[in-house]
């Protein structure tokens, strides 16, 4: 256990619909990042929060949105899904320590 | 714009031979370096960094070699094992590490032949 939580490990939902995807980070750490990873590529950076606000923005989707709450869990929102959008979605929390981030399992979306 | 490069895809190493594992970056401003291992259906799981102030780290059969003018890092795992067998991520932070956010190569996929 990373200690970092991701829910659920699996979806599976249909084109054009929303979803969201929640992360709890390791106790401790207040920032949080989104990743996706598709047909084994290397992790895209998403999104980032520190300690509730938005940090810094990759390469997100307008149809994709995040944010944190005061407990610093983070949820992840998908809309009007497109096949495109089936991927492994990472969630990473950090801290200045020396292996400074660690990650969640991962939530694998499939859109059929 | 792909910043930190794995221009190896895959790899595969006879059991308790060295692996080499190489990464490039273009960005200058990088500053701190890791590599991260990744098992299917997994995340991916920090194994050994390097600051750009050294050239070398190790950590028990990993060892990070880091070339600034060359703008080039590998990894070497020495000997190698079958529990090895996994997709090898190479990331890299500015200075601001763990507060912000880390860029990651492609990947190399590293097989371990018993």
């Known amino acids: 256990d990373s200690g970092v939580t991701q829910t659920p490990k699996h979806l599976i939902t249909a084109t054009g619909q929303r979803v969201t995807l929640r992360c709890s980070p390791r106790?401790?750490?207040?920032?949080v990042y989104w990743y996706q990873q598709s047909l084994d590529q290397g992790l895209q950076f998403l999104i980032q929060?520190?300690?509730?606000?938005?940090?810094a923005k990759g390469n997100i989707l307008e149809r994709f949105s995040a944010q944190q709450f005061p407990d610093l869990h983070s949820e992840l929102n998908l809309s009007s899904l497109e096949l495109g959008d089936s991927a492994l979605y990472f969630c990473?929390?950090?801290?200045?320590?020396?292996?400074?981030?660690?990650f969640g399992s991962g939530t694998r979306l499939t859109v059929v | 714009d792909q910043q930190v490069k794995q221009n190896s895809p895959s790899l595969s190493v006879q059991e308790g031979r060295i692996s080499i594992l190489n990464c490039d970056y273009t960005?200058?401003?990088?500053?701190?370096f890791l590599w991260y291992k990744k098992y299917p259906a997994e995340g991916p799981t920090f194994l050994i960094s390097?600051?750009?102030?050294?050239d070398k780290n190790e950590d028990g059969r990993f060892t990070v070699f880091l070339n600034k003018s060359a703008k080039h890092l590998s990894l070497h795992i020495v000997p190698s094992q079958p529990g090895d067998s996994a997709v090898y991520f190479c990331?890299?932070?500015?200075?601001?590490?763990?507060?912000?956010?880390?860029?990651f190569g492609t990947g190399t996929r590293l097989t371990i032949i018993p």
């Open positions: 390097i600051s750009s102030i050294k």
């Open positions: 990473a929390s950090s801290s200045k320590s020396g292996d400074g981030y660690t």
């Open positions: 929060y520190y300690n509730g606000e938005e940090r």
């Open positions: 106790s401790g750490d207040l920032s």
């Open positions: 960005n200058s401003m990088f500053d701190y």
């Open positions: 990331a890299a932070s500015g200075l601001n590490f763990g507060n912000e956010k880390l860029t």
